[in-house]
């Protein structure tokens, strides 16, 4: 089924006018060597995801790993973050901390308003881990179902509107081309969306395991096929590679589903973790979005992951670079471009890609908080849903909601 975050209103009650506001600090160094406040604000700030999300790393290594913290709580403090892919990073980070500590951070979104600014310490006092000020407004995140979105079997070729979506004229970009889904993607395209002309791109290029093979299963489906070799987050690199696209099939599309994996608990991860994590998603759909802004494209489709949504356990940069898609989504949308953050569930295990590499307690452990496996079929379905939907970000995936409500 297909889910999207909305908010739901928090009265704080009568005590949110007079609560006083807890210290914002720059770094922990300035909370002193005696120990913090109970509650210590951690703004964050930067250009880019990695920018933006590092120093929380550090910080919240810091606060977790050091006693002085151990009985105050850290309020993580983002800006508009549901429409600014760096800061909305830590949305993805934190979230997944709060998964493996709870109690210990806060996620806090504001608008910078006066008003809202004089809630935060009735909002942290809630304890709600999650909570978003607006105009002096409290709100909580909730994961709904959007109506009659569940997603039927996809039916190669069938359907002049769903042609319509990327046509067959144009050029559809597809990152992370040779993974497992994104060749399932690019078959889907030529198949479901009569699409003729790909432009395939991952870092291993021709080089990579059934490369060849991909080209000439959509070759002889009909459609004109190059495959190169290109990493998406060098802008420089990814410049060329659309500067290259003929004049009489520009680009009309992008679908970016390219990533890696590098779990470990958020106390053990390094920026250098993070970052290797975070190239080959954010760094490259920041490239993506803005090197082809100027275009009039029919879609702009980024694969993220639920990771992001749900706060996954060892998954902190991962779910990181996926909030930061999300948020990039909604940005585009704002600007008034095409857009769609699908943040994906589990799909089933075949030969390769990043689902490959999730061990089977990785696999319990996403059962456990409640989320089940999609197969390829189910998970096709749900890309034609969520294009169709009008929505900037969704998740994709099957839910058990009995299970969620319990882990």
Not at 218 to 226: H, K, P, Q, S
Not at 238 to 252: K, N, T
Not at 291 to 304: G, I, M, P, Q, W
Request: aromatic letters at 2%.
């Amino acid at each position: 089924s297909l889910f999207a975050l909305r908010r739901r209103e928090l009265p704080l009650g009568d005590a949110a006018a007079t609560a006083a506001t807890p210290p914002v600090l720059d770094s922990l160094d300035a909370a002193g060597a005696d120990g913090p406040p109970p509650v210590v604000v951690l703004p964050v700030a930067g250009q880019s995801a990695a920018q933006a999300v590092t120093p929380v790393l550090e910080a919240v290594r810091a606060w977790l790993t050091e006693d002085r913290f151990s009985a105050s709580t850290l309020v993580v403090l983002t800006r508009d973050g549901a429409t600014d892919p760096a800061s909305g990073a830590a949305w993805g980070l934190v979230r997944s901390v709060q998964t493996e500590h709870p109690g210990r951070v806060v996620l806090v979104d504001t608008d910078g308003s006066p008003e809202s600014e004089r809630l935060l310490s009735a909002a942290v006092a809630t304890g709600e881990p999650e909570l978003s000020l607006r105009a002096g407004v409290a709100s909580v995140p909730e994961l709904v179902p959007l109506p009659g979105a569940h997603g039927a079997p996809a039916v190669p070729g069938a359907g002049e509107p769903a042609r319509a979506v990327f046509g067959s004229e144009g050029t559809v970009l597809v990152t992370g081309a040779t993974g497992t889904l994104g060749g399932l993607l690019a078959r889907h395209l030529v198949t479901r969306y009569g699409v003729r002309h790909l432009l395939l791109i991952s870092r291993s290029g021709e080089r990579a395991t059934g490369a060849a093979e991909l080209v000439a299963e959509l070759t002889g489906l009909g459609a004109e096929v190059r495959l190169t070799a290109c990493d998406a987050a060098d802008r420089d690199a990814l410049a060329a590679v659309l500067g290259s696209v003929p004049a009489d099939r520009p680009l009309s599309a992008v679908v970016h589903t390219a990533g890696v994996l590098d779990d470990g608990v958020v106390t053990a991860l390094t920026p250098e973790r993070l970052h290797g994590v975070l190239r080959p998603k954010a760094d490259a759909a920041r490239n993506l979005h803005e090197l082809t802004r100027h275009l009039d494209l029919s879609a702009f489709v980024l694969y993220s992951s639920v990771s992001g949504l749900i706060g996954a356990a060892g998954q902190a940069n991962y779910a990181a670079a996926n909030t930061s898609l999300d948020a990039l989504a909604r940005h585009r949308r704002s600007l008034g471009l095409a857009a769609t953050s699908v943040a994906w569930g589990l799909w089933e295990q075949r030969s390769g890609g990043m689902a490959e590499s999730l061990a089977d307690h990785d696999i319990r452990r996403m059962a456990r908080a409640g989320v089940g496996v999609l197969s390829h079929a189910e998970g096709l379905a749900l890309f034609d849903s969520a294009l169709a939907a009008d929505e900037a970000a969704v998740a994709a995936l099957r839910l058990d909601t009995a299970a969620l409500r319990s882990a």
